[in-house]
């Protein structure tokens, strides 16, 4: 349900690429539940490392999550250069009108500093006399998932699965803007994923990318389209000297992209989409920012295998069958209303709807009470032209 | 003119709990016409739904929330003083 990825301390995705840097202790995880994003720092938080979860608080602050949970209970030690970052972010958030909350931060793994004090000073700087929601009170990660915003716990557990299409479009926004935060060269980010038999860009960083996801979709072409479709990674070096897409090419270059890296997104070993990074400079992405990139796609994939695995094709084809034969039968009793009261097939369609509301009984079924009732009266008249 | 419903409509479909392909389907079941992307467009206020295609969506939401034990709290097209 929640969605978690490591960020390694020299930003080189020690889990994808080979040589484990010294700094490999050091990690930050983040997972997401509703609106609030929670980074889990493990390992030393010093000047080395700070830029890390600078760069992830950036990233999390620009994707627009109001409420920061930063979990301090697997830091080792955190330096002033920590202090620092994290006090900057407070400040950001409370500008904003969001709020960083730390979580436990008096736990024996706290060695070098009593992290206490910064939870006092973060809560005294950002929420006041509220405290009942800091510090060692936090509770744990899975308890967080279930208060997803705006809707009541009672409805909850009446829904089942709750928005979790939310929780997996806001993680992929957040990805986006961790890869143009993080991949060196990097000016512009988005996930195109595959809907309903189509490709379509789900998070973009700006509205140049959306133009060159677009451009893509448009000539057919491109090294989205092609890794999202066939589930391997595409680079273009450089678009100076690119052949592979002639028709897209020359449009990305009059957006003036030089480079691209496209990665692929796979949901439950099946292409499902791409991580695309696009730079204005040549040559941008070498083997540290390729590696980096294929970490976050990897992340992204194993979200959307979570997401997509709560619904099966199975439940899916049921569904969509099960939402046929309503839309027929609805369909039919407005043809039955449109002959029997020379209306429209709009004027059909609120005839049905303000019976339903009145009645609260739903639009299926009272389209079925008309649709029965000319079967016991006139067999005749019949549903309206098929074709 | 009407108001954009955008805001309205996708604040209604989170607090109905449906995702948004949840929604297209139970706005497909009842006839709407338009893709799941031009249904998150009018969600979100990028296009504007037509008058019927508002009407769809929002009985769509309603019937949810009659389903959870609530009225009609997302107002049809010819609920509003034009």
């Known amino acids: ?387 | 003119m009407r108001p954009t419903h955008g805001d309205v409509l996708d604040r209604s479909r989170q607090d109905a709990g449906l995702s948004h392909g949840e929604l297209w389907l139970r706005y497909f079941a009842l006839g709407g016409m338009s893709t799941a992307l031009q249904l998150e467009a009018f969600l979100y206020g990028a296009l504007q739904p037509t008058s019927h295609d508002h009407n769809v969506i929002a009985h769509a939401l309603n019937e949810r929330f009659v389903e959870l034990g609530g009225n009609h709290p997302v107002p049809y097209d010819d609920d509003e003083e034009t």
């Open chain 1, 1 to 387: 349900m929640i969605a978690q990825w490591l960020a390694s301390a020299d930003s080189l995705g020690p889990k994808v690429t080979t040589g484990i840097g010294p700094l490999a202790d050091f990690g930050v995880a983040a997972s997401f539940a509703g609106e609030q994003a929670v980074l889990g720092v493990r390992g030393e938080l010093d000047r080395v490392t700070a830029p890390v979860l600078a760069a992830l608080f950036d990233a999390v602050i620009s994707s627009g999550y109001p409420s920061v949970l930063l979990d301090l209970q697997d830091a080792n030690s955190i330096d002033a250069a920590g202090l620092a970052v994290t006090a900057d972010a407070a400040s950001r958030l409370v500008a904003q009108g969001g709020q960083l909350m730390l979580r436990s931060p008096l736990t024996e793994n706290a060695r070098t500093i009593d992290l206490g004090w910064l939870a006092g000073l973060i809560n005294q700087e950002l929420r006041g006399p509220d405290e009942d929601r800091l510090g060692p009170e936090q509770t744990t990660l899975e308890s967080l998932t279930q208060t997803a915003p705006r809707i009541p716990p009672d409805l909850k557990t009446v829904t089942g699965t709750l928005a979790n299409e939310d929780v997996v479009h806001g993680a992929l926004r957040l990805v986006v803007a961790l890869a143009r935060a993080t991949v060196g060269g990097a000016d512009g980010a988005s996930v195109t994923l595959r809907r309903f038999g189509r490709l379509a860009t789900v998070a973009a960083s700006d509205a140049t990318i959306s133009d060159m996801d677009a451009n893509q979709y448009a000539t057919g072409e491109g090294p989205c389209i092609d890794a999202s479709l066939q589930g391997r990674w595409y680079h273009a070096e450089s678009l100076e000297n690119e052949t592979r897409w002639p028709a897209f090419t020359p449009r990305a270059r009059s957006l003036g992209i030089s480079a691209i890296l496209s990665s692929p997104l796979l949901a439950q070993g099946q292409p499902m989409g791409a991580l695309n990074i696009y730079s204005r400079t040549a040559m941008a992405f070498a083997a540290k920012e390729q590696g980096l990139a294929a970490m976050l796609a990897t992340e992204a994939s194993r979200l959307l295998s979570a997401a997509h695995s709560s619904a099966s094709d199975d439940q899916l084809t049921d569904r969509l069958q099960g939402a046929l034969r309503t839309r027929e039968v609805i369909a039919e009793a407005q043809g039955v209303i449109m002959e029997r009261q020379g209306v429209g097939e709009n004027e059909a369609f609120e005839i049905l709807r303000r019976f339903s509301q009145q009645s609260d009984l739903s639009l299926r079924a009272r389209a079925q009470d008309v649709v029965d009732s000319t079967r016991q009266t006139e067999l005749d008249l019949g549903p309206p032209e098929a074709d």
